[in-house]
Each structure stands twice: as structure tokens, then as C-alpha cells.
């Protein structure tokens, strides 16, 4: 690897360490705590809103990137204009709480402005069947942009989850695009700067945690993974299904624990601890644990199905179903979306 990418992600690393430091030490001093409640999975006051630290440091990285690629240069700009806004989305809702409609009209408009801004989406081929239909495409990127920017705050509820995944996200991407010939070196390079900056903020967020990254953070992040996955799938639509296929434990305890919420007449949009990382923690009693075997499927099991649904593209969608009906199984036999007490 390029010494400079190196030194790069080493300066973004240890500035976020810095900043996430100075954040504790200000939250601290003048009691901007996240205080525990019924729905909370801390028992003490924790300083939140340290997802300040890689917003900052990741987008001026991504800036500086974007000024010197040629690669969607209008795209890369609004990508990191929509996170950017978003963040401040986040950041008001950390102290303030939005209701849910205004997040909800927010991230719709963000994201539509950041959809109009792709030259061209890619079309999308599962099992020998294309669909190349422009209105389709843009109503699926839309939703899957939405789910993202909405599960990754869902799935932020334990010590080190969202942080942890974020590396392991980014720096699959970066394996799988390294690997592509159709891919550019700059999207390699992007992710590995990513995952770099990431383990400054999770020093602080493993459990047990000294701060949280509160909405500021989980809202950036599902946003600009699954926009940055857009990106990339635009130069090697081969890469769709195998980058949709890692984020697996994510999609699919948040969309299970939803659909079980839906079906049971629970009002979905409530604070709950229902999804099966919470329950696995207050059955384990450690949010460690969790985390570890979270990482552990995805490193073991998904990545594996995600390397042969891009070495097998005719079979990438099938590869995606056995890697996650156990999972599926696994998040129901836990009781994720069920009524609490």
C-alpha cells in the first residue's frame, strides 16, 4: 500500500482520536450527558454525540479526495454535502429531538437531491434478469439509501456495534474493489482512509463505553456507506450484490426486528430495545460479547458468500440467500420485534 495512503489514514486516525477526546472532556465538564432510561442498554450517563469527531476529520479526507479524483466528481460533491447535512440532522436531533416526520421529510429530500446528482445508476442483474428501467432504479437506490441511513441508527445500541461494523464495511469494500479491474484505485483508497479513521472513534466506544456517536454519527454513516456502495456498484455492477451481502447482520436484524414490530401493531417509529443484538446482551451481560460475535459471522460467513457472489456472478443472488436465511432464523428464534413488557 501507497506510504501516503498510510500516513493519510494514521493523520485521520489520530486526529479523531484527539477530537473524541476533547469531546468527552467538554461533555464532562459541562454535563452534556446521554442519561439512561427504560429503552436505554447503559446504566450510567454517558457523553454522546462523538460521532462529531469522524464527521469531521472522514469529510475533510473525502473533500481533499474528491478535489483530485476524476471519478463522478459532481457525485463525490454531493455525497459529501448530503452526509454533511445530515450530520446536522443528527447533531440537532442529539440535543433538541426531531420528531420523527421531520427526520423522516429530511432524509427523503437529502437523499433525492443526492440521487439527481448520478450520472447514470446502474443497472441491476440478479439471477440472468436486468433491470435497467430509470424509475425502478431510482426507487430502489432511494429506499435502500433510507433503510440504510434509518437501520444504521437502529443498530446503534451497544457498545462498539455501528463503529466495529463501519470498519468492517469499509474495508471490505476496499478488498472487493481493489480486486475489480473496473473499479478506480481512488475507491480503494477512499475506504481504506475510512476504516483508518473509524478506529480513532471506537477507542473510546468499546465497551464499556466513554461516549457514544449519537445520531450525528449513525445517520452519517448509513448514509455515506450505502452511497458510497452506489458509487462504486456505478463503475462494476458486479459489485451490487457481493456489498449488499456483507452488511448482512445489519439488514437483517433491523429489517426483521421492523417487519415483526409492524405485524405485532407496534408503533415502529418508538424508542424500543427488541432488536436481537439487545436481547443477546441482556441475556450475555456483556455488550463486548455481542459485538465480538457479530464480527465473527461477519468475517467467517458473509464475506466468504460475498467473495463467491462476485467470483460467480450468475449465482450471486443465491449466495446471498444461503448466507442469510440462518441469519433470518437466528434474529426470529431470538424474539427480535416482540412486544416488550
Not at 284 to 307: C, E, Q, R, T
Request: with cysteine.
Amino acid at each position: 500500500m501507497n506510504s501516503l495512503v498510510v500516513l493519510l489514514g494514521l493523520f485521520g486516525l489520530m486526529s479523531v482520536f484527539v477530537l473524541t477526546h476533547w469531546r468527552i472532556r467538554i461533555a464532562l465538564s459541562k454535563k452534556l450527558l446521554d442519561v439512561p432510561n427504560q429503552r436505554s442498554s447503559h446504566s450510567i450517563p454517558t457523553p454522546s454525540s462523538g460521532g462529531m469527531s469522524f464527521v469531521f476529520v472522514l469529510s475533510f479526507l473525502w473533500f481533499c479526495f474528491a478535489l483530485v479524483s476524476s471519478e463522478a466528481p459532481l457525485a463525490w460533491t454531493a455525497l459529501l454535502l448530503c452526509s454533511g447535512v445530515l450530520a446536522m440532522m443528527g447533531w440537532f436531533d442529539d440535543h433538541k429531538e426531531l420528531s420523527a416526520g421531520t427526520r423522516f421529510l429530511i432524509q427523503i429530500l437529502i437523499i433525492s437531491v443526492f440521487l439527481a446528482q448520478v450520472d447514470a445508476l446502474p443497472m441491476l442483474t440478479l439471477g440472468g434478469f436486468t433491470v435497467d428501467s430509470e424509475s425502478v432504479l431510482f426507487g430502489g437506490w432511494f429506499l435502500y439509501l433510507l433503510w440504510s441511513v434509518n437501520l444504521y441508527n437502529f443498530m446503534d445500541g451497544i457498545d462498539g456495534m455501528a463503529a466495529s461494523q463501519a470498519i468492517y464495511v469499509f474495508w471490505s469494500i476496499a478488498a472487493f474493489t481493489g480486486f475489480s479491474n473496473a473499479v478506480s484505485d481512488s475507491f480503494t483508497v477512499a475506504a481504506v482512509l475510512a476504516g483508518m479513521v473509524m478506529f480513532g472513534f471506537l477507542w473510546f466506544n468499546w465497551a464499556p463505553a466513554k461516549i457514544f456517536m449519537g445520531d450525528i454519527g449513525s445517520a452519517y454513516l448509513g448514509f455515506v456507506l450505502a452511497g458510497f456502495t452506489l458509487l462504486v456498484v456505478s463503475s462494476d455492477a458486479e459489485l451490487l450484490v457481493p456489498l449488499i451481502l456483507i452488511m448482512g447482520t445489519f439488514i437483517v436484524d433491523a429489517t426483521v426486528t421492523l417487519l415483526a414490530r409492524l405485524l405485532s401493531g407496534q408503533r415502529f417509529y418508538h424508542a424500543h430495545r427488541s432488536h436481537a443484538y439487545q436481547i443477546l446482551s441482556e441475556h450475555w451481560g456483556s455488550h463486548g460479547k455481542v459485538v465480538v460475535a457479530y464480527l465473527v459471522v461477519n468475517l467467517f460467513w458473509l464475506l466468504p458468500f460475498a467473495w463467491l457472489a462476485l467470483m460467480i456472478p450468475n449465482y450471486s443472488f443465491l449466495f446471498l440467500l444461503v448466507a442469510w436465511t440462518p441469519l433470518v432464523i437466528i434474529v426470529v428464534k431470538t424474539g427480535a420485534g416482540k412486544p416488550q413488557a
